[in-house]
């Protein structure tokens, strides 16, 4: 069964750093195209960033310069490294698996704070 | 950049009622790479439909999707109570990945 666990959310200051991590069992990350949605409180999903199987990364041009997502194949997880922390990036981030570009699994998500 | 817009922005149906949800894009989306995702508060979003039509695994099939081009459908044949939602169109045919996700349609009982 294919599993996703989100966790590293929490309250941060503005400017500061937080790592979310992404847990996968059930199917193997590296051979994936992985991504992360966040969903700003009572608003609509928004696309942050996606590393393919080959390792490839893009981002959305409002985390760029930011925000790095990355794997570890031993352990199976995807990261996003999230830096300069902004009021406007407090939202629930979803990891999801992509299957030709589409989110088949998502996790649950982990909510993340900016504020002072 | 590929803007999606979803309309209406909520949709009032009574269960047992059939429901039509539209997503148009700013520019031909490729070989119909159009998904849809509902979602219910507090739960991540569940992939609906992909390529336009064809369902997820475990999607009943009161569910379907339609359109080709700029202009795609979500519909719902007879509305259960499960099925009140938020529900979002997504593009994922081109890059950039800006603009991925319509903005959604909230689907409340009337």
């Known amino acids: 069964e294919v599993q996703l666990v989100e966790s590293g959310g929490g309250l941060i200051q503005p400017g500061g750093s937080l790592r979310l991590s992404c847990a996968a069992s059930g199917f193997t990350v590296s051979s994936n195209y992985m991504s992360w949605v966040r969903q700003a409180p009572g608003k609509g999903l928004e696309w942050v960033s996606v590393i393919y199987s080959g390792g490839s990364t893009y981002y959305a041009d409002s985390v760029k310069g930011r925000f790095t997502i990355s794997r570890d194949n031993s352990k199976n997880t995807l990261y996003l490294q999230m830096n300069s922390l902004r009021a406007e990036d407090t939202a629930v981030y979803y990891c999801?698996?992509?299957?030709?570009?589409?989110?088949?699994?998502w996790g649950q998500g982990t909510l993340v704070t900016v504020s002072s | 950049e590929i803007v999606l817009t979803q309309s209406p922005g909520t949709l009032s149906l009574s269960p047992g009622e059939r429901a039509t949800l539209s997503c148009r894009a700013s520019?031909?989306?490729?070989?119909?790479?159009l998904a849809w995702y509902q979602q219910k508060p507090g739960q991540a979003p569940r992939l609906l439909i992909y390529g336009a039509s064809s369902r997820a695994t475990g999607i009943p099939d009161r569910f379907s999707g339609s359109g080709s081009g700029t202009d795609f459908t979500l519909t719902i044949s007879r509305l259960e109570p499960e099925d009140f939602a938020v529900y979002y169109c997504q593009q994922y045919g081109s890059s950039p990945r800006e603009g991925t996700f319509g903005q959604g349609t909230r689907l409340e009982i009337k």
């Open positions: 999801a698996r992509e299957v030709q570009g589409v989110a088949t699994n």
């Open positions: 520019q031909s989306v490729s070989s119909s790479y």
